[in-house]
Nanobody, 126 residues
Framework: QVQLVESGGGLVQPGESLLLSCTAS????????AAWFRQAPGKEREGISC????????YYDNSVRGRFTISRDNAKNTVHLQINDLKPEDTAVYYC???????????????????WGLGTQVTVSS
């Protein structure tokens, strides 16, 4: 069964950092487009970052550009999201997703992705 599992969330104070990971089971993420989304309470799910299948192209929403970094670790079949300088408005459930195709570009549009994880909670509070 195809599964994506997110990990690395938690409760942190403003200004701290987290490393989120997305690991796939039963298939390889290594040659597929992948992305991270988040959903805050009472808000719609929003795309925040994506990476092309070969890792050479990335994209970030304006709300996270400069603080978040997406990367691939093909040896571990994992996509990471490094989150720095966390702010209370970053509080949300973070989801990873993958599209069942390879591409040298990527998008953060929700409907472009085929498989989703169940999410990991990130809470930023002092």
């Amino acid at each position: 069964q195809v599964q994506l599992v997110e990990s690395g969330g938690g409760l942190v104070q403003p200004g701290e950092s987290l490393l989120l990971s997305c690991t796939a089971s039963e298939f390889t993420l290594n040659y597929l487009v992948a992305a991270w989304f988040r959903q805050a309470p009472g808000k719609e799910r929003e795309g925040i970052s994506c990476v092309s299948s070969d890792g050479t192209s990335t994209y970030y929403d304006n709300s996270v550009r400069g603080r978040f970094t997406i990367s691939r670790d093909n040896a571990k079949n994992t996509v990471h999201l490094q989150i720095n300088d966390l702010k209370p408005e970053d509080t949300a459930v973070y989801y990873c997703a993958t599209a069942l195709h390879a591409s040298r570009t990527c998008t953060i549009k929700t409907d472009a992705y085929d498989y989703w994880g169940l999410g990991t909670q990130v809470t930023v509070s002092s």
